[in-house]
């Protein structure tokens, strides 16, 4: 059925896009082209092409922290595609059993920490973990591990990982809310079928169930990554703008911030701020790209 | 990300100019905790010798504030009065056309040159701040744990560490309160503080700046190699305990030494009963001339896209006055004023610290001028090696020579 140009349409998408347009799409443009200036030290811009991008690729400081930078991101992915979404998809399909007492209950605590503040997560953590004040160290004492509490948060071996962990602790709630809701969107047909058939609960978790969610844990994973890679409260909140304990903390987004606010007596370049975001941009279009182009076409074949 | 800030910020300022007429003055400043000090005791004093204006003061907190206020300058949203960090960070700012030229200004006579070195352009022509306070560095201890103790206020290095065995082995209190986990104190409390007895104060700090001395000279590399010593006496697990931890600890009467600066006074007078007095940095062996660090802090500015330059200017002038002084020094305690009125300063502790400009060779933080305009920032990059090597993760020799090579790498004297 061929439809002519819909006025209708244009009326009820104008005002989002004018939004989008001046609060998001724009200032990307902007961001884009304020990455090919360079300023001089009189506060003069000029257009330096490419300039940033050599600077920050090839010279040996700039290079070697963008490209810790980017390991430290890719392993705080890591840590939340290994803990969080495992654990957000089993809470999940404890959730979805068709037994559960209290499930709400439940289902509200794991959800809750998503709500607070980074800040509030970051200082309470940091509280419990404290070598002075914390209680980490009496309750591992209470299962005689004593000896195992170190300061975690202050070791450049360890600091990174609990970083991660804290924030996988906070926002565990996202993934099983989405995965939960993919759940018990599956038909019981199916699953009664399958029950009469005789199949084992591990048997239909695995061969109905996870399929049939499959589009959703490519969500999640989608947006974990463009989480990720956009994190920088939790750390600034907990390391502060040097990231440390030698810079063993810091991610893209804390970079970004050290270059283009500046920080403490490292003065502030827009310009180059500008470059470290374009080169985040285009690490998170990447990312996205590859996930639209190969992953989620093959998952559509899944879908009911 | 700038266009929509433009819209907003046009917009505000076109709503905030409604409100702005003749007589009125904002101040933008990073001290958030001296609000209740400018609007009960500061501001009054000022109005009553200059009726008509009135004054507003809306800090923004520390770690902000610099970011904060180049955006609020960028978009002409800032406030009439700036308050100016020392040396780079608002030589920038007047590069860039920010900050009023104050070169003529009456005030500015009641500061000794070496007052207004910090807000002036490198050739000392011209003064974009007018010279608030300093801050002078040192330690604190807990007078009830050296009593118990027996033990005598530490002269030098070797006295120093004598005190902090004792206190260790009765094991009642923690020897150290210092953290490493904020990183900024390592440099701006401990590599700063008692490095000046090191490399002989201005001269070391000179030599650097003119290129004649290096951070791997034996000055600089020992005083990493004391910060390395230093471990043994700090709580246990000091690599995640932060400012507010160790300010928590010696408040709490748990820790006998507090390495610090003068503006910690008027916390501990706040927050706690805790009885201590000050010593300066030990120096390395007796006899030695001693050097403390007598950082220039804190300066003030006019926005140079101010509607009312005239009263900022009336301002600033009796910021220079002895009244002001008088009541800087004496309430916001431990940060003393700059100008050259004889002051009488109230605080024992206080009055300790100030004392010493008097028995020791002033000097500023070693690289508030100059070093910390390039890049790589070498603020940002002492505070990290200045942290790892009090973790012991660091020898003081690669700590130095990390710091000379990103010196070397833009400063044409240091290569």
Not at chain 2, 61 to 84: K, V
Not at chain 2, 234 to 254: E, H, I, P, V
Request: aromatic share 12%; hydrophobic share 45%; net charge neutral.
């Amino acid at each position: 059925m061929k439809q002519g140009f819909s006025w209708r349409v244009l009326v009820f998408i104008t005002p989002a896009l004018l939004v989008y347009a001046v609060f998001s799409a724009l200032p990307l443009l902007d961001t884009l082209r304020l990455g090919l200036y360079s300023t001089d030290e009189n506060g003069l811009r000029s257009f330096s092409g490419l300039a940033n991008y050599a600077t920050i690729l090839h010279d040996p400081q700039w290079s070697a922290s963008f490209w810790n930078a980017m390991l430290n991101n890719l392993k705080f992915f890591g840590i939340h595609m290994l803990v969080q979404n495992p654990i957000g998809l089993l809470l999940a399909a404890l959730l979805s059993l068709r037994k559960v007492r209290f499930a709400t209950f439940y289902r509200t605590v794991f959800f809750l920490p998503t709500l607070l503040s980074v800040v509030i997560v970051g200082f309470v953590w940091q509280l419990i973990l404290s070598p002075l004040w914390g209680v980490s160290e009496r309750l591992l004492g209470w299962v005689g591990l004593e000896s195992w509490f170190a300061p975690w948060l202050g070791l450049e071996s360890s600091a990174l990982t609990t970083l991660s962990l804290m924030s996988v602790w906070q926002f565990v709630g996202m993934p099983m809310m989405l995965i939960y809701a993919a759940m018990i969107a599956i038909p019981e047909d199916v699953i009664e079928a399958a029950v009469v058939e005789g199949a084992s609960p591990w048997r239909i978790f695995y061969e109905i169930r996870l399929p049939l969610i499959l589009p959703t844990l490519g969500l999640v994973t989608i947006l974990t990554f463009v989480a990720n890679f956009n994190a920088f409260d939790l750390i600034y909140t907990v390391k502060g703008g040097l990231a440390g304990p030698n810079y063993s903390t810091d991610i893209l987004g804390t970079l970004f911030y050290r270059t283009f606010f500046g920080y403490q007596s490292q003065v502030a370049s827009p310009t180059m701020g500008a470059a470290v975001a374009t080169l985040m941009f285009l690490v998170i279009l990447l990312g996205v790209g590859f996930y639209f182009l190969l992953v989620q076409r093959r998952l559509q074949r899944f879908a009911l | 990300m700038r266009t929509p800030f433009h819209l907003t910020a046009t917009a505000l300022a076109l709503v905030c100019s409604g409100f702005a007429h003749a007589g009125n003055l904002t101040i933008e400043s990073w001290r958030v905790d001296d609000k209740p000090l400018w609007e009960d005791v500061l501001l009054p004093a000022f109005y009553k010798s200059n009726p008509g204006i009135t004054v507003k003061f809306l800090p923004t907190s520390p770690p902000e504030y610099d970011s904060a206020l180049n955006t609020r300058l960028t978009a002409g949203t800032a406030g009439d009065l700036i308050t100016c960090r020392p040396f780079d960070v608002s030589l920038d700012l007047a590069k860039k056309g920010y900050l009023e030229k104050l070169n003529g200004i009456p005030g500015l006579k009641n500061f000794p040159e070496s007052a207004q070195v910090a807000w002036q352009s490198d050739d000392g022509k011209s003064t974009h701040c007018m010279p608030m306070a300093s801050v002078i560095h040192g330690f604190f201890y807990n007078k009830k744990i050296f009593a118990d103790l027996g033990l005598a206020v530490p002269v030098t290095e070797a006295d120093f560490f004598t005190v902090l065995d004792k206190i260790k082995a009765a094991g009642k209190a923690t020897p150290l309160a210092l953290g490493t986990a904020d990183q900024w104190e390592t440099n701006q409390i401990v590599f700063t503080g008692i490095g000046p007895n090191h490399w002989k104060g201005e001269e070391g700090r000179k030599g650097l700046i003119s290129g004649k001395q290096k951070f791997t000279d034996p000055a600089f590399v020992s005083t990493w190699e004391t910060m390395a010593k230093w471990a043994p006496y700090l709580s246990k697990g000091y690599q995640a305990q932060t400012y507010g931890d160790s300010q928590n600890l010696f408040g709490a009467g748990r820790a006998a030494i507090y390495p610090t600066g003068s503006w910690d006074i008027s916390y501990f007078e706040q927050n706690s009963k805790v009885d201590f007095g000050a010593f300066k940095p030990p120096v390395q062996k007796a006899g030695d001339a001693c050097y403390i660090s007598d950082h220039t802090d804190i300066g003030m500015g006019i926005n140079s896209k101010s509607k009312n330059k005239a009263d900022a200017q009336t301002f600033l002038n009796w910021l220079a006055s002895k009244e002001f002084a008088d009541l800087y020094t004496n309430k916001a305690t431990g940060f003393f004023s700059l100008s050259s009125h004889a002051i009488e300063v109230k605080n024992p502790v206080a009055k300790e610290m100030i004392s010493w400009r008097g028995q020791c060779k002033s000097t500023i933080r070693l690289n508030a001028q100059i070093m910390n305009r390039g890049t790589p920032s070498m603020e940002n990059e002492l505070w990290n090696v200045s942290s790892q090597v009090m973790n012991l993760k660091m020898a003081p020799k690669d700590a130095a020579q990390q710091i000379q090579a990103g010196f070397a790498k833009w400063y044409a004297p240091a290569k």
